[in-house]
């Protein structure tokens, strides 16, 4: 689950790629509809803690989830007793039901095949509070890394609509640009970043 994108030839942890990145635009924005400065949250793929950092300081609890072992370095020199580091794949970690406020997937979902994708998916919708919040982003079909051929998952707007059944789109954004991967590559992206919010069942 370490995103470094196809062909990068490399086995380098992303999270020593990018110490220094801020918190996600998503994160600050989920906060902003949450309107609380305390809860849990579940961070997946949380790699240099960046987005667990600022949850941290906005009051939350935090549980991040990346089996890289340099997030596990990051958190211990934080040291703050309200962080758990699960090191394991998403794939394998247990959400317990109703546990967590918010829950953030950033970068994350699209290096997992697609046939994973539901189940993972419905784990984290049974892992939210009643209008619990779930922010993620996937990529696009027109993303340059589709090309390769590679076994990552790109998704239509309505395919993640459709996939993220029994949750209520509160944000649904699509955008293109061109820019870097995280080993400073050219790059064409297309991502689809959403805010979801979990339903009554």
């Not at 579940?42 to 950092?53: M, N, V």
């Not at 600022?54 to 609890?61: E, I, K, N, S, V």
């Not at 309505?158 to 509160?170: M, Q």
């Not at 649904?172 to 080993?183: F, I, K, L, N």
């Amino acid at each position: 689950m370490t995103p470094h994108g196809p062909r990068s030839g490399r086995t380098s942890s992303y999270a020593a790629l990018r110490p220094d990145r801020g918190p996600s635009s998503l994160v600050l924005d989920a906060l902003d509809l949450l309107r609380r400065g305390h809860g849990r949250a579940l961070d997946i793929g949380a790699g240099p803690l960046s987005d667990t950092r600022h949850l941290l300081q906005a009051g939350f609890d935090v549980d991040a989830v990346d089996p890289d072992a340099v997030t596990l370095r990051y958190a211990e020199r934080l040291g703050d007793p309200r962080l758990t580091v699960i090191p394991r794949d998403i794939r394998e970690a247990d959400i317990p039901a109703g546990r967590y406020d918010l829950v953030l997937a950033v970068h994350v979902l699209p290096f997992l095949p697609r046939r994973d994708l539901p189940g993972v998916v419905a784990a984290i919708r049974t892992g939210l509070t009643e209008d619990g919040l779930f922010c993620c982003t996937f990529f696009g079909v027109n993303d340059s890394w589709a090309r390769w051929g590679r076994p990552l998952t790109f998704l239509t707007r309505a395919e993640v609509h459709g996939l993220c059944t029994g949750l209520r789109a509160v944000a649904v954004t699509e955008r293109e640009y061109d820019g870097h991967d995280a080993h400073g590559r050219p790059k064409h992206w297309h991502i689809v970043r959403a805010i979801l919010r979990r339903v009554a069942p």
